[in-house]
């Protein structure tokens, strides 16, 4: 592995993860705001991050968090795609549940 592929995978690089807000219908409730990977480390601080479409899966943009952000209590960080996709999936199936109720 090179200098730079290593330095990119230290600390938080290359982990999935999703920032949560509150439903606005339900703001007891928690709903994916954003999605990302993380890339690299910008500086002592913050994180580049790739964000993805909630819809198509595609890649985005590219954004900037702290490191205080993504370890805070309003982020869920994974280890690799599959866990990070199942998590959305799942959010999704309770956001579905939680509408469909209040429709009935």
């Given at each position: 592995?090179?200098?730079?592929?290593?330095?990119?995978?230290?600390?938080?690089?290359?982990?999935f993860?999703?920032?949560?807000?509150?439903?606005?219908?339900?703001?007891?409730?928690?709903?994916?705001?954003?999605?990302?990977?993380?890339?690299?480390?910008?500086?002592?601080?913050?994180?580049?991050?790739?964000?993805?479409?909630?819809?198509?899966?595609?890649?985005?943009?590219?954004?900037?968090?702290?490191?205080?952000?993504?370890l805070?209590?309003?982020?869920?960080?994974?280890?690799?795609?599959?866990?990070?996709?199942?998590?959305?999936?799942?959010?999704?199936?309770?956001?579905?549940?939680?509408?469909?109720?209040?429709?009935?």
């Amino acid at each position: 592995m090179t200098k730079s592929k290593m330095a990119a995978n230290e600390g938080l690089g290359g982990f999935f993860g999703h920032l949560y807000t509150a439903d606005p219908d339900f703001p007891d409730e928690q709903i994916i705001q954003y999605q990302f990977r993380v890339i690299r480390r910008m500086d002592a601080e913050r994180w580049i991050v790739q964000f993805f479409s909630y819809l198509t899966g595609e890649p985005t943009q590219i954004g900037v968090y702290p490191e205080s952000v993504l370890l805070g209590e309003t982020v869920k960080l994974y280890p690799d795609e599959a866990g990070w996709l199942g998590a959305a999936e799942q959010d999704g199936h309770r956001y579905r549940l939680r509408h469909r109720r209040e429709s009935a």
